[in-house]
C-alpha cells in the first residue's frame, strides 16, 4: 500500500466512525470468543504500554497473558516502556513495507505481528490517550503496514484513575479506528477506570475480567 492510499483508507475510516455511540460501548466484553475445547490455539502478540513494573495495566497484561497459556495459546510479550523502540521518523525509507532505519527492539514486534492470530495493547491512559511508549511502537506499524492487514483478532486493556466513562472514548475510538483500517476484528476490551497507584486495580474486578477474557478468547 502506497502512503496516497493510506490517506485514503484513513478518511474512509474516519467517516465511518464519526457519530459512532462509543459512551454505549460495554467496559467488559468478550465479543466473536468460542472457548471450549477443540478451538483453535493461537499466537498472541502483548504488547505493554506503562513504564510502572507491576503497574495496573501490566497486572491486566498479566491476568490476561496467564488466561490465555491455560488455554493453550502461545503468548509473546513486548514491554516497551522497557524496550528501546526509536520514534518514526517519516523518512519512508520502508515505503510502508521494508527495512527500518532503526534497527532497535522493534525488530521483536515486526517478527511476532506478522505471525499473530490476536495483538494485545495494554495501556494506561496518558492525558486521555494511550502512553507514548506504545504510540511509539503503533507508529512504527508504518514500516510493515503492507504486511499486517491481514484478518487478526485484538484486545484493549486500559486502566486510568478518574471515574468518567466519556474520558476513555478518545482511546476506544482509537482503538476502533486503527482495527478497522488494520481490518483487526474486536475480540474484547478490559477498561479499568478509578486506579492511580501501582497496585490500586489488585482490589477489583478488571483483573479476573482479564484473565477470563484471556481464558475464553
Ligand atoms: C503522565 C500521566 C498522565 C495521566 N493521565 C491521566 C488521564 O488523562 N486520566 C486519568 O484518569 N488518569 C491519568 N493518569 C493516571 C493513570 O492513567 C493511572 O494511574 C493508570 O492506572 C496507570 O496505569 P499503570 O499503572 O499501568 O501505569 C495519568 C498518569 C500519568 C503518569
Known sequence: MNRREFIKDMAIVAGGVA???????????AAG???GKGKKKMKILV????????????????????????????VERFDAAFKKVHPCIACNS????????FKDDFEFVRKH????????????????????????VID???????????PKKAVLLMTYAN???????????????????????DAGQVIAPGVWPVGAVKGTKY???AYQLGRKI
Open 19 to 29: 457519530g459512532a455511540s462509543l459512551l454505549g460501548a460495554s467496559v467488559f466484553q
Open 207 to 209: 483483573p479476573e475480567q
Open 113 to 136: 505481528i506478522v505471525e499473530a492470530d490476536c495483538v494485545v495493547f495494554a495501556t494506561p491512559m496518558y492525558y486521555f490517550g494511550i502512553s507514548a511508549q506504545l504510540k511509539a
Open 140 to 150: 512504527r506499524f508504518y514500516a510493515i503496514n503492507g504486511s499486517i492487514h491481514v
Open 33 to 35: 470468543t468460542s472457548g
Open 163 to 185: 471515574t468518567a466513562a466519556s474520558e476513555a472514548v478518545p482511546i476506544k475510538s482509537h482503538y476502533d479506528v486503527l482495527l478497522k483500517y488494520l481490518g483487526w476484528t
Open 94 to 101: 520502508c515505503g510502508m513495507n521494508g527495512p527500518c532505519v
Open 47 to 74: 504488547i505493554t504500554g506503562s513504564p510502572r513494573k507491576n503497574g495496573n495495566s501490566a497486572t491486566l497484561a498479566d491476568s490476561f497473558i496467564k488466561g490465555a497459556k491455560e488455554a493453550g495459546h502461545t
